[in-house]
């Protein structure tokens, strides 16, 4: 910058605006112009404050403990002045991230002028008085961000409580047991109760890639899916096929589902699919067995390979009798670690199951949630806990 714009610049500062041309000609000359590359640390944390700087093109960014808090763009920003005025070290680390041309004037050269010139005193103020108000700023949008993260977190945990069952079923073939805990305020897990035509009793099961405001919401839509499907058309098939194209609406947020649908029929028939959830467990009352109702189908939302390619939903089949068992469940429970961050895995499952299917629903829930609890040893769940106990009568 040649003198005369070196001097333009300077008097439409903040720090020097409003000065006389005499003592702007006085600042000019004692200030310099310094030019850096992008990624140039111009100072760091904790070094001694000697100069002052203005910018006058380009971008520098403020850093705290590693971590880039804010950045400036604006011309005439002056920066590094706090730590002339109290003597004390560099508060911050502040570095280009354009190539950038500045204003340099150091700590004897300002102090010299400031003794000539009262009113760059009051320019002072002005810098000063800026940097409290942007601070204020940021720090207001910063809580209002937070006010509005946290509103949406307890709007999404309402949700999610009121897309539970709030009763069990009680029906002439089953009685059922259900449970359902987020790891977080608001997660992903979500199960239902549905009665059907001709008597039948249904149970869904899902479990939404993650935790947090979006998964909620993709379950809540999901249970308004098949509340409206069960309506026309409640067969495994058509709910399945239902619940896909729910998620495959919402598949530009690259989110997915496992989860199982059940149908219980009258005859001692029993209807499901399982798409990437984990597998249902049967336990027949007549022997000693704890059969794996496996998965058939990939979890919905999950594109496959071939794009031409169609998920044909159908379901499997089984029977039932009185005294079975029958239980769902989320990875939440197997994958639960102890204190040797070991997890609670599917034979301890099977085993408290085993041990306790004489009891109600109920009395099979409490127990299971019990000894998974005493496995855990205090250690905090990583993911959601949901389980389903149908004990067929």
């Known amino acids: 910058m040649v003198i005369e714009q070196k001097k333009n610049f300077l008097k439409d500062t903040d720090l020097f605006k409003g000065l006389p041309d005499e003592r702007l000609n006085l600042i000019t000359e004692i200030t310099y112009q310094v030019d850096y590359p992008a990624n140039h640390i111009i100072f760091e944390e904790g070094t001694e404050g000697d100069s002052l700087y203005l910018l006058v093109e380009g971008e520098v960014a403020i850093i705290k403990a590693d971590t880039e808090v804010l950045s400036f763009s604006e011309k005439g920003y002056c920066f590094g002045e706090v ?7 560099r508060s911050a680390t502040i570095k280009t991230t354009l190539q950038t041309c500045l204003l340099k004037i150091t700590r004897d050269d300002f102090f010299q002028v400031l003794a000539t010139e009262p009113l760059i005193g009051r320019g002072m103020f002005r810098v000063l008085n800026n940097k409290i108000r942007n601070d204020l700023e940021v720090q207001m949008s910063s809580i209002r961000k937070e006010v509005a993260q946290e509103e949406s977190l307890r709007l999404a945990a309402e949700v999610q ?30 199960y239902d ?22 998964s909620t919401m993709l379950a809540a839509m999901t249970k308004s899916c098949i509340q409206t499907q069960i309506r026309f058309n409640a ?3 058509e709910v399945m096929k239902a619940i896909k194209r729910v998620t495959d609406e919402d598949a530009r947020t690259f989110i997915y589902m496992t989860c199982c649908y059940v149908v219980i029929h009258n005859d001692n028939t029993l209807y499901y699919a399982n798409a990437g959830h984990p597998s249902m467990l049967f336990l027949p009352a007549n022997s000693n067995e704890c059969i794996e109702l496996e998965s058939q189908f990939p979890p919905v939302g999950i594109a496959l390979p071939d794009k031409d390619s169609v998920t044909q939903y159908y379901s499997a089949k089984t029977t039932w009798r009185p005294g079975d068992l029958l239980v ?27 041990d306790t299917r004489h009891l109600s629903a109920t009395e099979i829930r409490e127990g299971v949630l019990a000894d998974l609890q005493e496995y855990q040893q205090g250690v905090n769940a990583n993911d959601d806990i949901t389980l389903v106990i149908a004990k067929f009568q």
């Not at 109760?193 to 979006?214: N, Q």
């Not at 429970?333 to 408290?352: Q, S």
């Open 193 to 214: 109760y549905l009665y059907l035509p001709d008597d039948c009793i249904g149970i869904f099961i899902g479990d939404v890639m993650g935790h947090g405001f979006h």
């Open 235 to 237: 067969s495994v098939p």
């Open 161 to 190: 409580q009121s897309i539970l069952p709030n009763k069990e079923i009680k029906h002439h073939c089953l009685t059922s047991a259900g449970y359902c805990k987020p790891t977080n305020r608001v997660g992903g897990d979500y």
């Open 328 to 354: 769902l469940y989320s990875d939440g429970i197997t994958e639960a670690l102890n204190a040797e961050n070991e997890m609670y895995g599917i034979e301890r499952f099977k085993d408290v199951l085993s």
């Open 83 to 89: 730590a002339l005025i109290d003597d004390k070290p």
